[in-house]
């Protein structure tokens, strides 16, 4: 508490308006949402008779790890082939996060580094992830920008400068697949620049095939950097995959540049978990490794929530075309995923808050499955209203930043 409480400055927002609107994934736009996949192999788990409630090894299910880090690197990765890459069952993928900042903030100390390494965090979430960092032992932690707020499309030009900028040997957090959408030539882009720098990545994985239906496509920027040869970090969370928040399932990928590098690192972060959680859970990452070692079941787990995701983005952009609601709302179908920047300006996501009880993550993101066929007119119906009822305020404004750019100032007369 005191750590989190020092990281909260004055300005920043209360803890319940920091909350999406509302939580977890609906189907069908109904309910709350669990794969039937999902739900049979819950059942089939206690008649297993080979299984027991004893701890599990430091680092996980060896099954569990060894499928979740094939999902993202790939079966054929040089990396694993190479045995210089591995997998740590981590609490939920906030764990994932803990466990690589700790680690790095203790072992990260490159020789072109002359004071501790800073640490690059993507505006949107750097109120939600920078805690983690700080508390981990940080003190140089700060945002840079990859999406255009105006234009409501990716800046790459202004990030790449921004990672060119960066101090060299940083440590830069990544989201593939994230919401905008960086192509792959982008992608190459940025490793250009990061390989250039000497900045480390660290990638976060939250729903790897719920922003465009192919796992392939949505790890292709992880494996891009494993192929150059990066050494990195990967934070997984199957959360949002398989419906199984409580279990808190996560993992955390390392590949390094050769096996005894990886072997001393396996046994540091061995250390850490037993000091931190001693030992994880079994039942959620037994469940997924059954799914993610089956492609017939994983397609199933995640085809239907795909689609879902895609029919409640065009609900709510046809919901605001028929309200006549001001602007154009295309980028809502045009991002993907889970999330969505839905283009309000702060006066807006405030009117949110203070008179409809929708609150949005302080980067203005809304989580796009909390939305279902009960709350999408109020949604619909509400972003409409504060975008109504803001925009003679934000015309005073413009017209008062105006009026003060033409006068003459103090220093001038």
């Known amino acids: 508490r005191r750590y989190f409480l020092k990281y909260a400055t004055p300005h920043t927002p209360p803890l319940t308006s920091a909350l999406p609107f509302f939580a977890g994934c609906q189907t069908d736009l109904e309910e709350v949402w669990i794969p039937p996949v999902v739900k049979r192999i819950l059942l089939q788990i206690p008649e297993d ?5 004893e701890y599990l090894p430091q680092l996980g299910i060896l099954g569990f790890t060894r499928a979740a880090m094939e999902l993202a690197i790939g079966k054929d990765s040089h990396a694993l082939l190479d045995n210089r890459a591995c997998g740590v069952q981590t609490n939920g993928g906030t764990g994932a996060l803990w466990i690589g900042a700790e680690f790095l903030h ?65 440590i830069v957090f990544l989201h593939a697949p994230e919401e905008t959408g960086l192509t792959p030539k982008q992608w190459e882009e ?79 972060l061995s250390k850490q978990i037993c000091m931190t959680w001693f030992s994880p859970t079994s039942l959620g990452a037994r469940v997924i490794a059954m799914v993610l070692t089956s492609p017939a079941l994983l397609y199933e787990c995640l085809l ?73 007119d109020y949604v619909a119906q509400s972003i409409h209203e504060a975008i109504v009822t803001t925009i003679p305020q934000i015309q005073s404004e413009l017209m008062e930043s105006s009026s003060d750019s033409h006068e003459p100032s103090r220093e001038s007369t």
């Open 49 to 53: 008779p080979t299984l027991n409630h």
């Open 106 to 170: 203790h072992w990260y100390k490159p020789s072109y580094c002359t004071a501790p390494a800073t640490v690059l965090i993507a505006a949107p979430h750097l109120d939600n992830l920078g805690c983690i960092f700080q508390v981990a032992g940080f003190s140089d932690i700060r945002s840079y920008h990859y999406w255009d707020p105006i234009k409501l499309t990716v800046d790459t030009e202004g990030f790449l400068e921004e990672l060119q900028d960066a101090p060299e040997g940083s």
């Open 190 to 268: 940025v490793a250009a620049v990061m390989e250039k720098k000497h900045l480390f990545p660290f990638f976060d994985i939250a729903a790897q095939g719920l922003a465009s239906g192919n796992l392939d496509k949505d790890a292709w920027a992880v494996r891009h950097f494993v192929a150059k040869g990066f050494e990195l970090l990967c934070a997984q969370s199957f959360s949002k995959m398989f419906g199984l928040y409580e279990e808190r399932v996560g993992n955390l990928i390392v590949v390094t540049k050769n096996n005894q590098t990886l072997i001393r690192i396996q046994s540091q």
């Open 304 to 376: 239907k929530l795909v689609k879902r995701i895609m029919l409640i983005r065009e609900k709510l952009k046809e919901k605001l075309r028929i309200l006549g609601t001001p602007g154009s709302w295309e980028h809502i179908t045009a991002q993907s995923g889970v999330n969505s920047f839905v283009g309000l300006l702060p006066s807006q996501v405030d009117f949110l808050a203070q008179h409809k009880h929708i609150y949005l993550l302080a980067n203005k993101q809304i989580n796009i499955c909390s939305i279902n066929s009960k709350n999408l």
